[in-house]
Each structure stands twice: as C-alpha cells, then as structure tokens.
C-alpha cells in the first residue's frame, strides 16, 4: 500500500507521521509525492509503524522516463511483462494487484498477462506450513537472508487471515520480515487467504509466476498454518516443508497426520537456548514416527532437522537438503512430472472457480433463483435439492 493511501484511511497528517518517524515534513512529503526513496532505516521505521501495510516494495517507483503504470494508463500486458522480465518491482507489484483483483475488466488483463509470462522451470517453490506460533516468517527471514549471501533472488508469498469487512489481508507478514523486505534481491507478498481453504489464495500460482518470470530463484509459499484443507499448498511447489515446535518428550504435536505423511522436510524451529534438549528429543520422536509411515515419494525419503531461526543456526544442513532433494527430481525427471501434474490440477480448479462464478452470474438475479431461495428459506426443500435443481435447470439447455 502507497503510504498515502495508508495515511489518508487511518486519518493521519503527514505532519504527525513526521513527527512519529523523527524527520521534517519536506521530506516525508517527498516520499509522499514519489519524488524520494527512504533509507533502509527509514523504510524499517514506516514498515512497524504502519504494520506491515507500507514496505520497502511499496517505494520502488519508476524513473520519470520510464513511465507511471496505474489502473488508467494504457501500458500493455506484453510492455508490462517486459518490465517484469527486466526484474521491475513497481511492475511485478502490479501484476499481482492485478491478478488478484476482483474486477472483471482486471481479470482480463491478468488472463491476458499470465498467457504471456515466460516459463521458468529452474525454480524451486517451497512451500512452509507449522502450528500457529511455530515461527514460519522468522524462519523464512533466516533462511531467506541466508539464501541472500549466496547469491539467490528471494520471493515470498505469504498468506495471512482475512478481514471480514475489507477482505484485506489482517497480520501483514512484511512487518514479521524486516531485514529481509529490504534486500534487493527480496520481494514479500502478503495476500489475504479471502476465506479460501487451503492455507492459499485463488490465484497463488499465478503469483508464483510472476515472481519466476521476474527471475526469482527460490519462491516461498507461507501458509497460514490453519485449516482442514491445508495441504492445498502441496499442490502447487516442489519441496513441501513442516516447522515443528520443540515438544521436551510429549506426545507428537497435534498436527494432522496427512501433512506429516507428505512433508518433505521436517523442522523443528526454536532449537535454542532452554529449548535445545527438548528439540534435540523431538527430532528423535519424529525420525522414529517416521519409520512406521508409509514414503510419499518414491526417490526421497524425509528428513528431520533442527534449526534457530532467531539466532539464524541450522540454516546450512537445511539448504543442503533441498539442494539434495531437487538434484535428484531433477535427474530423475520427477521435477517435471510433478509441476505437469500440478499443472493439470490447476486446470480442474480454474474450470470449477469459473464454472461457479458463471453460474452465479448468469442465474443470480433470475426468477427461478428467487423461487428456490424462498423455499429454502420456508424449509420446503433442503441446500441439496436446491442446488440439484439449479444445474438441472441449466443442463437442460445443453441437451
């Protein structure tokens, strides 16, 4: 969100936000105006006190001569992938505003924009799942600044709860993420999961092809940890992650037995401090676990590890073994197979989105839709006999 936006909603002067970041009102001004990019300190600052809502993303404006692109200029989907190719933040921002949006007009052109992204298939999308309060954006920070020192282009998609007024995104992983949204080579993306199951969005993978064409190498799909469906996320990356809470002995942590039954990696965070022994116990406690579940892959077998993700430890064998885990699908052309069949899977679930949304475009307003929602209303039918009679109804003009 442009900081002035954020400032005019929460009914904030530009003076008194000066005042709260320690700096004159000529240059907050000129943030304002996009006539200056803050310094990191700065941008730390605007990033806690705005919550995560202004980033370091959010100032990464163009060049005079390069243009401006917002919701009324004419750039085209094939000058914006250009952009988007080149790696322009400003640009591969809007791309996902846009495939995210709900405006039909936008949805054209986000159609329109994906058909043109160019494939990249030297990627790896890794997708990070765990209990509330296991520590997933800490670790993602760690592991992504990490990742940094080695060269690498970071993206993360980081999906959080829903208001149900705005139907924004409530928690704002980017303030959870400070050192690492202002890296250059880092892009954060907090969604709003719009009450869509899974620990995803409708239109997660169209914004892990962004962040591919915009030459990110490793992508992060950080879900929001809750659900019956989460494993939705599996679906759509190579390597499926599973951050563990140290457990000192206990019984195994009530995480559902399907996800630890497709986890990949194993990994228990906060392995520090008073908590070593405990997460040294829990690593054993699941290597064992392990051994009575039945492989989810053919060429891997799972790996348990520990980390600190606070004191950036254990960062090096975890690397290594998504290293290992991608040579080998690589070599044995599973890495392929795997993004074909998601492939697939995204066609089903882009058949039934649009299927429903026509559906309830076309028979929303219509007299027999009046009729069946009074009887269900009257209890003279039930939600199961509405909706057979519903597709019955237009089934019959394909017969």
């Not at 159609?111 to 999308?125: A, C, D, F, G, S």
Request: charged share 25%; with cysteine; proline share 2%.
């Amino acid at each position: 969100m442009h900081l002035k936006k954020y400032l005019k909603i929460n009914k904030i002067s530009s003076k008194k936000f000066a005042e709260r970041l320690d700096i004159s009102e000529v240059s907050i001004s000129r943030y304002i105006n996009k006539v200056r990019i803050p310094d990191r300190k700065i941008l730390n600052k605007i990033s806690v006190l705005t919550n995560g809502f202004v980033t370091a993303n959010d100032f990464y404006y163009e060049d005079q001569d390069e243009g401006k692109i917002n919701k009324y200029d004419h750039l085209s989907i094939k000058e914006m992938v250009k952009k988007i190719k080149k790696g322009s933040i400003k640009h591969l921002a809007k791309a996902i505003t846009l495939i995210e949006s709900s405006n039909s007009l936008d949805q054209e052109k986000a159609e329109e924009l994906i058909v043109n992204l160019p494939q990249n298939n030297e990627t790896i999308r890794i997708g990070i799942t765990g209990v509330p309060g296991v520590g997933k954006s800490t670790f993602i920070e760690s592991f992504g600044l990490f990742l940094i020192e080695k060269g690498l282009n970071v993206g993360v998609l980081a999906i959080d709860p829903s208001s149900k007024k705005t139907g924004g995104s409530i928690l704002g992983d980017k303030t959870r993420m400070q050192k690492l949204s202002v890296k250059n080579n880092a892009f954060i993306r907090p969604s709003p999961s719009s009450g869509h199951l899974g620990g995803v969005t409708k239109t997660t993978r169209e914004s892990i092809l962004c962040l591919e064409a915009a030459g990110y190498d490793i992508i992060f799909i950080e879900t929001m940890g809750v659900g019956q469906a989460e494993t939705n996320v599996y679906n759509m990356v190579d390597i499926f992650l599973v951050l563990l809470l140290p457990s000192g002995g206990d019984d195994l942590q009530g995480i559902k037995k399907g996800i630890i039954e497709i986890a990949d990696l194993l990994i228990v965070n906060k392995a520090d401090n008073n908590l070593l022994s405990s997460a040294e116990v829990t690593v054993n406690d699941y290597r064992n676990a392990l051994t009575i579940i039945q492989k989810n892959r053919d060429d891997w077998t799972p790996k348990v590890l520990k980390c600190s993700s606070i004191n950036s430890e254990g960062m090096s064998p975890v690397w290594n073994d998504i290293k290992e885990f991608h040579k080998i699908r690589k070599k044995n052309g599973n890495y392929m197979k795997n993004r074909s069949f998601q492939d697939v899977s995204w066609m089903w679930d882009l058949t039934e989105n649009k299927l429903s949304s026509y559906l309830k475009n076309k028979l929303q307003s219509s007299d027999l839709i009046d009729e069946i929602t009074s009887k269900i209303k009257k209890r003279s039918i039930n939600s199961n006999q509405a909706a057979n009679l519903i597709l019955d109804s237009y089934l019959k003009n394909f017969k």
